[in-house]
T-cell receptor, first 110, second 111 residues
Framework: DAKTTQPPSMDCAEGRAANLPCNHS???????VYWYRQIHSQGPQYIIH???NNETNEMASLIITEDRKSSTLILPHATLRDTAVYYC???????????FGQGTELSVKP | EAQVTQNPRYLITVTGKKLTVTCSQN?????MSWYRQDPGLGLRQIYY???????DKGDVPEGYKVSRKEKRNFPLILESPSPNQTSLYFC??????????FGPGTRLTVL
């Protein structure tokens, strides 16, 4: 079973920031938080990951709470092409495996 | 271009007719895996391989076989396909099992 809880769906206006929450209250000390997304039946695409510090790359930012029990993926300026299912995954980095839950279906609207 | 390729992309077959879905990556990754995706069940791992000649079962291995004779290739074999193996299949590769690169998918229908 997935170790994360995400809202099933969210809407976001084009050009605005999309903030996708994820709860992972049972995360252990050596587990990382990963985010992937899947655009309409294409292969999932890696976005970002982190352990306890906030992370940023060219695609998104990841904010992890101090107690590490939840995180937020931020797409700073959402576009229509960001419409996808976003998966939050918790796993160990070495020897771990990806367990995909149901994810959040993000709809970016004009 | 760094990529994971799968063939075929679409396949319709009949029950019991052996088939192979190929997967190849050009990134020199050690780790490769296969997933299937079904409505309401999400993505589930079938098999994975940590390196050449090393394979292990994922969450739903029944009815599937794999082999890893070369680093770049990781074929998925269905010896006797059944209708419940109708699904969307993804191959993935990475240096480790976390930041995986996924192929475009193979949509399989077993009649």
């Amino acid at each position: 079973d997935a170790k994360t809880t995400q809202p099933p769906s969210m809407d976001c206006a084009e050009g605005r920031a999309a903030n996708l929450p994820c709860n992972h209250s049972t995360i252990s000390g050596n587990e990382y938080v990963y985010w992937y997304r899947q655009i309409h039946s294409q292969g999932p695409q890696y976005i970002i990951h982190g352990l306890k510090n906030n992370e940023t790359n060219e695609m998104a930012s990841l904010i992890i709470t101090e107690d590490r029990k939840s995180s937020t993926l931020i797409l700073p300026h959402a576009t229509l092409r960001d419409t996808a299912v976003y998966y939050c995954i918790v796993t160990e980095r070495a020897g771990g495996k990806l367990i995909f839950g149901q994810g959040t279906e993000l709809s970016v609207k004009p | 271009e760094a990529q994971v390729t799968q063939n075929p992309r679409y396949l319709i077959t009949v029950t019991g007719k052996k088939l192979t879905v190929t997967c190849s990556q050009n990134m020199n990754h050690e780790y490769m895996s296969w997933y299937r995706q079904d409505p309401g069940l999400g993505l589930r791992q079938i098999y994975y391989s940590m390196n050449v000649e090393v394979t292990d079962k994922g969450d739903v291995p029944e009815g599937y076989k794999v082999s890893r004779k070369e680093k770049r290739n990781f074929p998925l074999i269905l010896e006797s396909p059944s209708p419940n193996q109708t699904s969307l299949y993804f191959c993935a590769s990475s240096f480790g099992p976390d930041t995986q690169y996924f192929g475009p998918g193979t949509r399989l229908t077993v009649l």
